[in-house]
């Protein structure tokens, strides 16, 4: 039973949404108690910025998923999709619509990623330059900013790739 539990993608998800909405209310008062001002409006807004990489999809992902599956059912068209006229007429998977699917995926993807990564690097590192100033070791602050810009263009590619 426990073993079957641990292998539900429904636990796994109840259990990641349980981590992160416990997570900040744990961490903040240890911060509070052991960082400076200065640190904690620094990790804050770090942790902003990271909350709105989640809003970077755009809504793509459920749109392109939809079509995918409506070209698996056998669509030949998304002008009506419900509609049996734009079936194949058969219930084979349409591997050509499929195909263009993904390549506007990686298309759209790989563009949102760059953009991304663009605007995290102009408004973040202008956003960030007064709290960093703030720091005790401001040197400290900016690479913490660079590690977290590099890893953010390493997430946001894997999250926007994984849904192609």
């Avoid at 997570?23 to 400076?36: N, Q």
């Avoid at 001002?37 to 998923?65: C, H, K, P």
């Avoid at 349409?94 to 953009?115: D, E, F, G, P, Q």
Wanted: hydrophobic share 55%; proline share 4%.
């Amino acid at each position: 039973m426990i073993g079957h539990l641990l292998r539900s993608a429904t636990f796994a998800t109840w259990s990641n949404l349980i981590a992160r909405s416990i997570g900040p209310l744990v961490l903040l008062p240890v911060m509070l108690t052991r960082l400076e001002t200065a640190e904690i409006a620094f990790w804050l807004l770090l942790s902003s910025i990271a909350g709105l990489q989640s809003v970077l999809d755009l809504g793509f992902s459920s749109t392109f998923a939809r079509m995918i599956s409506l070209a698996a059912g056998g669509a030949t068209s998304f002008a009506r999709p419900h509609d049996p006229a734009s079936r194949s007429g058969s219930d084979d998977q349409n591997a050509a619509l499929i195909a263009k699917i993904t390549a506007a995926m990686s298309w759209v993807y790989a563009r949102t990623t760059l953009c991304a990564i663009a605007i995290l690097m102009l408004a973040g590192s202008w956003a960030l330059s007064k709290p960093i100033a703030e720091l005790p070791d401001q040197q400290q602050g900016w690479l913490s900013w660079f590690f977290f810009l590099s890893s953010s263009a390493f997430a946001l590619s894997a999250i926007l790739a994984s849904s192609s």
